[in-house]
């Protein structure tokens, strides 16, 4: 037999408090002294206490459940729906993932669709990706935040798609010596490749330096075709890649074509992903704090339905600088180099 599942009774009596003061923690009702919240807290958490969200919604009308809108189920940002997921639980949320293209049964459904989502009374907050309303809101019951760093295809937008840590890019390798730069860009209808590849050039363009562009995909293929395509004689000695996983390929070419990075030629890529901190050497890289904006998002759904006074906003960039080992000095002679494949 399964076992029994506790009851908030016996939370209360582990706390040493009613289970009325309990049911206040869990509505986040505040009021509480900081050692009864945290004597509710330790209880909750040795005891591994769910609250039963259907007995809950039937005495408050509340349902206990968020829906989380994006516009399609495929290429999410999994890193920040997990910040939302987990803030929400600790808020003492359930939370549902809905796909817009087939919310509330309507394959196709306009931008706008969080409203049929929002009136559909099973939700007592609705936060969507890409489109929503341009402030919270309250429709009827339920509140509604848009995660404004996303766009319908879900491209980065805002201060995700902020490309001005690539200056600090440019200017550490130019503080190293190098003088010649490679920018494998991302794709143009992406504003955060764009944002990225303007800077480049800009801050290349003020600090006197030579600099090229390429334009890639995201993928590893288009970092290393890029660096393979070099001529024999190529000055550059430092590659600026639109992400890791092209600062990956270019890491690849360059082992091909008989460079050692980063004695011979320095990388930097953008994401932070796990790949890169395993590669040999390590990749230089921008981590993107994305977690932050699921926290932030989820902390305002839940103030407005709570009807509270939202937290401020964190001031401090999304991005943070990562040089690692992929990069170095540029070499005071151009080794010899093998020429391109083919």
């Known amino acids: 037999m399964p076992a029994k599942k506790p009851t908030i009774y016996e939370v209360a009596a582990l706390a040493g408090v009613s289970h009325q003061t309990v049911s206040r923690y869990l509505r986040g009702n505040g009021g509480l002294r900081p050692d009864t919240s945290e004597r509710v807290e330790a209880a909750i958490g040795q005891l591994n206490y769910r609250p039963n969200l259907i007995a809950r919604s039937m005495r408050t009308r509340r349902t206990g459940r968020l829906a989380l809108l994006v516009p399609s189920t495929t290429g999410l940002p999994l890193r920040l729906i997990s910040a939302v997921v987990s803030g929400a639980h600790d808020a003492g949320y359930a939370v549902d993932l809905i796909g817009r293209e087939g919310a509330a049964g309507a394959p196709g459904a306009g931008a706008d669709h969080w409203q049929d989502v929002a009136d559909s009374g099973e939700f007592e907050g609705v936060l969507t990706l890409g489109s929503g309303p341009h402030t919270p809101q309250a429709t009827g019951t339920t509140a509604v935040v848009a995660v404004t760093h996303y766009d319908d295809e879900m491209r980065t937008r805002g201060a995700l798609a902020d490309g001005?840590?690539?200056?600090?890019?440019?200017?550490?390798?130019?503080?190293?010596?190098?003088?010649?730069?490679?920018?494998?860009?991302?794709?143009?209808e992406y504003a955060s490749a764009r944002n990225r590849q303007q800077v480049f050039l800009e801050t290349t363009a003020e600090l006197g330096l030579s600099a090229t562009v390429v334009a890639g995909d995201w993928k590893g293929r288009s970092g290393h075709d890029a660096v393979m395509g070099l001529p024999r004689d190529t000055p550059v000695?430092?590659?600026v890649a639109g992400n890791d996983h092209s600062g990956l390929g270019a890491m690849r070419a360059a082992v091909e074509r008989g460079w050692r990075v980063p004695r011979d030629l320095s990388v930097f890529g953008w994401d932070d992903h796990d790949c890169g901190r395993f590669s040999t050497p390590t990749l230089s890289t921008v981590a993107n704090d994305v977690e932050r904006q699921g926290r932030e998002a989820v902390q305002r759904l839940v103030a407005l339905i709570r009807g509270e006074e939202p937290p401020?906003?964190?001031?401090r960039s999304v991005h943070t600088f990562l040089p690692r080992e992929s990069i170095g000095p540029a070499p005071v002679k151009r080794p010899r180099l093998r020429p391109p494949h083919g």
């Not at 001005?164 to 143009?188: E, T, Y």
């Not at 401020?312 to 001031?315: K, Q």
Request: proline content about 9%; some cysteine; overall charge neutral.
């Open 237 to 239: 000695t430092a590659v």
């Open 312 to 315: 401020a906003p964190d001031p």
């Open 164 to 188: 001005a840590v690539c200056g600090q890019i440019v200017r550490a390798l130019a503080d190293l010596g190098h003088r010649h730069f490679l920018h494998v860009s991302g794709p143009a």
